[in-house]
T-cell receptor, first 116, second 116 residues
Framework: AQSVTQPDIHITVSEGASLELRCNYSYGATPYLFWYVQSPGQGLQLLLKYFSGDTLVQGIKGFEAEFKRSQSSFNLRKPSVHWSDAAEYFCAVGEGRGSTLGRLYFGRGTQLTVWP | DTEVTQTPKHLVMGMTNKKSLKCEQHMGHRAMYWYKQKAKKPPELMFVYSYEKLSINESVPSRFSPECPNSSLLNLHLHALQPEDSALYLC???????????????FGPGTRLTVL
């Protein structure tokens, strides 16, 4: 069965510091992987996605993520965090190609706090 | 443009009221989704419509009734809700996967529902 693990419930970093949010997945076939960000009371915004090809993917807002099949991981990184990056981050694995709907399996989320 | 709109932004209702949530997208997407999200939790899938037909119902209580009048519009009719139904209700849409690429879901800002 598909599952996503985000080991860190809450991470605190100082503004300007680097960031890495961890995500591990369990999926029987080729995974389709996503990172979403959610500000308080808002919807989910797509940061980036991995389907195939280059294992280092670039997203919006200066984020990137690296797919490592051997470690079943898809960690999100940012070299220098801004105070506006404080939010909840969700990793998700999607299934389906062709006629199968893209059901998403979410991790529990990681809350990011940024100190000034 | 990857915009999904939802109205209203906030809704307060009593347990005997009938209300509706509305979701709209103009991206030509053929799949639309309703999610329920409680605080500090990931979104939980409720319903999926594909080509205006209900494809997935995640055993949601009948007091929630979805409707897809056309490919751009998705409604969620609410009746006789319970206080524990208070949550953020998110709508999402996706291309539908029929193009051969894995599906990507785009989320609306959500409706914050409070049931008194």
């Amino acid at each position: 069965a598909q599952s996503v693990t985000q080991p860190d419930i809450h991470i605190t970093v100082s503004e300007g510091a680097s960031l890495e949010l961890r995500c591990n997945y369990s999926y029987g076939a080729t995974p389709y992987l996503f990172w979403y960000v959610q500000s308080p009371g808002q919807g989910l915004q797509l940061l980036l996605k991995y389907f195939s090809g280059d294992t280092l993917v670039q997203g919006i807002k200066g984020f990137e993520a690296e797919f490592k099949r051997s470690q079943s991981s898809f960690n999100l990184r940012k070299p220098s965090v801004h105070w506006s990056d404080a939010a909840e981050y969700f990793c998700a694995v999607g299934e389906g190609r062709g006629s199968t709907l893209g059901r998403l399996y979410f991790g529990r989320g990681t809350q990011l706090t940024v100190w000034p | 443009d990857t915009e999904v709109t939802q109205t209203p932004k906030h809704l307060v209702m009593g347990m005997t009221n009938k209300k509706s949530l509305k979701c709209e997208q103009h991206m030509g997407h053929r799949a639309m989704y309703w999610y329920k999200q409680k605080a500090k939790k990931p979104p939980e899938l409720m319903f999926v419509y594909s080509y205006e037909k209900l494809s997935i119902n995640e055993s949601v209580p009948s007091r929630f009734s979805p409707e897809c009048p056309n490919s751009s519009l998705l409604n969620l009719h609410l009746h006789a809700l319970q206080p524990e139904d208070s949550a953020l209700y998110l709508c999402a849409s996706s291309q539908g996967g029929l193009a051969g690429d894995p599906d990507t879901q785009y989320f609306g800002p959500g409706t914050r529902l409070t049931v008194l």
